[in-house]
């Protein structure tokens, strides 16, 4: 593959990162609070959705600070306190409302990628 | 040979220095958010070396470029990019000043005997500028101040417009004292509220 090929290709994903990241975090956190260091091993996990781990947490400073996120300092068993984040209500309407759009959304654009569209212009 | 601890010092001062345009509390809590990100991994794997955690934290330009962006998106019109040293002038009241303003005015004119109506006059003026306070103050969201501003502004300017309106108030001292009552627990309520949920 042409290394311009993978620079592009990588420009597409991290466009796609950039718009849906933050439904994945609130997502990872819907059955039970998480601490950051867990919420990044499951954005690496996924593969798709791993990014440059630093940046992911100005992301949840911001979640805070848009009271969709609250966090608690908890002790652990090993190594130092947790800070833990946990979906406040309006994160959670937030998680449900991208739930309730995104099929649509995906839908549309696999539509758009799938099938071929003629052109409608009077072409005679 | 650099030790880990100086690996951890240096990055974080990196860091540090790539988001020194952000205001300092955000460039704290970014920096304590990382070394709490460093410490918890290196618990849980203690075989990591420190290199292999601060490469995958990643580039400190790319982190502090990203802290900068979302700080940028809630100061609406804020120079992110260029000036960026200089933070948002607006909103930078205590949010004390806006809650008082829309609440005790009204208590001191409910105090007072009805009849004086520079009283009432005045409080209306400190009113509306505590309505505006609290729109341009910065901690708190746009849903949260119209929420606010509908509460303890137009909610009770409707009811008293009401009131006044010829034949709608019953006669006699009791309601109206209710009325008061109601009134300042709505304004308290709102402010005990908008307080509990002020951002810093």
Known sequence: MEPGDSTKQARAAAQLRKGVLEYCVLA??????????????????????????????????????????????????????????????????????FTRV????????????TTPHPSTGDLV | MKTSADLVRDYLSAVEREASALPADRRQELLADLSEHIEVTLAERPKASIAEVLAELGDP????????????????????????????????????????MLTLPFLVAAILPDDISAAEFFSTVLRVIGAILLCTSVHWTAVQKTTGVLLAAVLPTVAISIWLLPGVAPSGAGPAHLANLL???????????????RRA
Do not use: C
């Open chain 2, 183 to 197: 009134t300042v627990a709505l304004l308290a309520g709102t402010a005990a509220w908008l307080w509990r949920v």
């Open chain 1, 102 to 113: 995104w099929p649509g959304f995906r839908n549309a654009v696999d539509a758009f990628l």
């Open chain 2, 61 to 100: 330009r790319t982190i502090a470029a990203t802290a900068l962006v979302e700080a940028g998106g809630e100061a609406a019109g804020a120079p992110v990019r260029s000036d960026a040293g200089a933070p948002a002038r607006r909103g930078k009241v205590h949010p004390l000043v806006p809650l008082l």
């Open chain 1, 28 to 97: 990872l956190m819907r059955d039970r609070p998480r601490y950051g260091v867990e919420l990044l091993q499951a954005l690496e996990d996924s593969g798709a959705l791993a990014t440059s781990q630093g940046t992911v947490y100005p992301l949840l400073s911001r979640l805070r600070r848009d009271d969709l996120v609250t966090t608690t300092w908890q002790e652990s068993v090993s190594g130092p306190p947790r800070r833990y984040y946990a979906l406040t209500d309006s994160g959670r309407a937030a998680l449900d409302e």
